[in-house]
């Protein structure tokens, strides 16, 4: 079985600045893509950026230029780097795991639990 744990939310006024984390622990051969969503009140689950075990990034436009994913494969770790906040980046953030458990199985998907980020204005 494979875990992912978020931490790093909280309550931030705009212009402010959060980092997230999320580590992976588990049954785990090797990681692919990590990445991060979001679900605000009331909407869908977006995303909002990856990253590849090489490191190859991709962002959702609304956030370009103002966050940043990394990720530390020895730690089994994502990050995301938010910068200049607004109150439309409130919602709960969901980090997600393409996960290799075992060279005979395919790799599947792996949530979080979620962690709240609330900008106030």
């Known amino acids: 079985q494979v875990q992912l744990v978020e931490s790093g939310g909280g309550l931030v006024q ?9 580590s992976a622990s588990g049954r ?4 692919n ?5 979001r ?11 990856k990253i590849t075990s090489g490191g190859s990034t991709n ?10 994913i990394s990720r530390d494969n020895a730690k089994k770790t994502v990050y995301l780097q938010m910068n200049s ?3 439309e980046d409130t919602a709960v953030y969901y980090c997600n795991a393409n996960v290799i458990t075992s ?7 792996y949530w979080g639990q979620g962690t709240q980020v609330s900008v106030s204005s």
């Open 14 to 22: 705009a212009g402010g600045s959060l980092r997230l984390s999320c």
């Open 28 to 31: 785990i051969s090797s990681i």
């Open 33 to 37: 893509v990590m990445a991060w969503y």
């Open 39 to 49: 679900q605000a009140p009331g909407k869908q689950r977006e995303f909002v950026a």
């Open 59 to 68: 962002y959702t436009d609304s956030v370009k230029g103002r966050f940043t």
């Open 85 to 87: 906040l607004k109150p």
């Open 103 to 109: 060279f005979y199985l395919p790799s599947r998907d």
